[in-house]
């Protein structure tokens, strides 16, 4: 068995996710066989290589990468900024600040913020209406800016 652990671990590059592998590959090898020892070298190789793809890819539907483009930049008084984040953190929930910022500064699409939050789409969109509802209503709006973006400032 040394050998598919050396495998797991350069398929991964990194030592902790080589041993997870390597346990997976082989609870996936005894679920198929149990205890029989009719089970080969490139069976058990492709059952790591194929979790490892499996792996791979739910990972990637979490991993959003943040884009340059993702980030907008705008001219606004640091003041105006830090007491609008004081009312949003006392008003508002984590999730719903947190929601409001990926959506409304960092430019994130509802779709791309569910994928974080392993969530539906309509579900972010209720929680960021409810959340703006909630910082309208407590001293804090949401005007729209140039092409669609949305500034926080506080009201009054």
């Known amino acids: 068995m040394g050998v598919l652990q050396a495998y797991c671990k350069r398929l991964t590059v990194n030592g902790t996710d080589g041993e997870e592998l390597y346990q997976i590959t082989l609870e996936k090898a005894y679920r198929a066989y149990g205890d029989n020892s009719a089970m080969n070298r490139a069976y058990l190789f492709r059952i790591a290589k194929n979790a490892w793809i499996d792996h791979r890819r739910t990972k990637a539907v979490h991993e959003v990468p943040l884009l340059e483009e993702h980030v907008k930049h705008h001219a606004v008084n ?79």
């Open 78 to 156: 640091d003041v105006n900024v830090r007491e609008a984040f004081e009312v949003m953190a006392e008003r508002l929930s984590v999730r719903q600040s947190v929601l409001l910022l990926m959506t409304e500064v960092f430019g994130f699409t509802a779709k791309e913020t569910a994928a974080w939050f392993d969530s539906t789409k309509g579900a972010v969109k209720e929680a960021l209406k409810r959340a703006r509802l909630r910082c309208s209503e407590n001293g804090v709006c949401l005007r729209q800016g140039g092409k669609g973006d949305f500034l926080l400032f506080p009201s009054g």
